[in-house]
């Protein structure tokens, strides 16, 4: 059992330290796109999508972890095996840590989309007014796919 607290322990580690350097990255994309800094956009979402595939490369260690010990993947399944090993120490702490950073990092992204969503449509409106076209219809019906273009 100590072996699997170290475990859990350690992996919690990792994905709070991953989803506090998610939250900064998310803030700097903000900011970015805020001075309208290509570069820095660019930058932003290397970073972003680096740590993402670790986020995802902890996710899998996490369902490892489940699947070898018969619990459910499931956020229940999660909270039963740390509650199995988490005699008075902090691990239920560190998940709810992780759930609340994770939520500031959804709320990030999601404002950072609305950001960038009226760039494009300003963009947009500009270009028909050089073209002399109405583009104004295109900018409002574009939508963000999960890997940043638009529909």
Known sequence: MEALYLQLHQLMDRELAATHRLSIV???????????????MNATLTAKLDLLEELGGLDQERISL?????????????LQLI??????????QKWDQLEAELKQCHQL????????DIGMRQVRQLLGVI????HSAAARGSVYTKQGMTT
């Open 83 to 92: 509650a199995s090993v988490d005699h008075g120490t902090n691990l239920a």
């Open 131 to 134: 073209l002399g076209e109405d």
């Open 26 to 40: 998310l803030e700097q994309e903000q900011d970015a796109v805020k001075r309208k800094k290509i570069d820095d």
């Open 109 to 116: 992204h999601l404002v950072n989309t609305k950001l960038l």
């Open 66 to 78: 489940l699947s070898e010990t018969a619990y459910a993947n499931t956020k229940s399944g999660f």
